[in-house]
């Protein structure tokens, strides 16, 4: 059960979107930062690592043990390791999960991650990486590809989409206000843009 120790804090969330490569995200070290799947490579002293996809785990985690420190977060249903700390899985269709014990998960880790900063109190959220889009010469994230399908890419973008306008129906129920830090995101009819720096 997660318990709100980050209350009145502003949480950055960092995700896998290719516009990562071009922001300075050593600035970000000593604030209250969530990072989603192979993100960490780029942040490696993180606070919190939160996945849902087993698949993901089975692939990385003998790097993930190795380089990152931080506390790990998950949901994924067969994924187990003493360093865990471990997340039921809700699969709701209008809302983040509103027990400190559970995310709401379906198509994209984000929304699980924007669950776990309501529960642990956050007043601000930023988002970096949130691009909802193929980048640049098709790449897909900022950190090497990975060798897990996603499907039909853009089939994924418009169910990932989905998820996040519930995230912010709820997020904006609880007066948590969320900007998208990620240029020429796809996604900023959602949250708006504003530079992560304004933030530090």
């Not at 209250?32 to 490579?41: A, D, M, T």
């Not at 400190?100 to 198509?107: A, G, N, S, Y």
């Not at 193929?134 to 418009?158: C, F, K, P, V």
Request: proline residues 5%.
């Amino acid at each position: 059960m997660l318990s709100p120790e980050w209350t009145g804090e502003t949480v950055f969330i960092v995700a896998g979107g290719p516009s990562v490569a071009s922001q300075n995200t050593d600035l970000l070290k000593g604030r209250k930062v969530i990072v989603i799947n192979s993100s960490w490579q780029r942040l490696p002293w993180a606070d919190i690592l939160f996945f849902a996809d087993d698949r993901w785990w089975r692939e990385y985690s003998k790097q993930v043990l190795a380089g990152f420190p931080g506390r790990i977060l998950t949901c994924a249903p067969e994924s187990r390791h003493p360093r865990f700390m471990k997340l039921k899985r809700a699969s709701l269709e209008t809302r983040l999960h509103p027990v400190r014990d559970t995310v709401m998960v379906r198509r994209t880790s984000m929304t699980g991650a924007l669950n776990v900063a309501m529960h642990l109190g956050a007043a601000n959220i930023v988002l970096l990486g949130l691009d909802g889009k193929t980048g640049a010469n098709g790449r897909l994230h900022h950190h090497a590809e990975y060798s897990l399908s996603m499907g039909h890419i853009e089939d994924t973008w418009q169910e990932q989409r989905q998820d996040l306008v519930c995230a912010r129906v709820s997020l904006k129920a609880k007066n948590i206000y969320v900007v998208n830090s990620s240029p020429a995101s796809a996604l900023l009819d959602i949250w708006p843009f504003v530079p992560f720096e304004a933030f530090l």
